[in-house]
């Protein structure tokens, strides 16, 4: 995933080269939740646990009540 400054974020599928677009925005206290809406306009919340100029780090606690993170890192 790669999300830009304007709101905007690009999903690239690593098997096929598949892109979606989709849009992202931090919310709540401290902007410490990550809303993005998907392709298809579902909309999904994250805890964001991390965001730095270097890492992006967001979950959930699944249906099991495990956290489920996802960890992005900036490319050289």
């Known amino acids: 995933m790669s999300f830009r400054n304007d709101g905007s974020y690009t999903q690239t599928l690593l098997a096929d080269k598949t892109e979606f ?3 992202w ?3 709540g206290t401290n902007n410490s939740t990550l809303h993005i ?3 298809k306009g579902a909309l999904h919340e994250y805890t964001l646990t ?3 100029d270097q890492q992006l780090r967001y979950g959930y606690v699944n249906s099991a009540n495990q956290l ?3 960890v992005f890192s900036l490319l050289p």
Do not use: N, P, Q, R
């Open 21 to 23: 677009v989709g849009s």
């Open 25 to 27: 925005m931090l919310m």
């Open 37 to 39: 809406t998907d392709h």
């Open 50 to 52: 991390k965001a730095t």
């Open 68 to 70: 489920e993170e996802y």
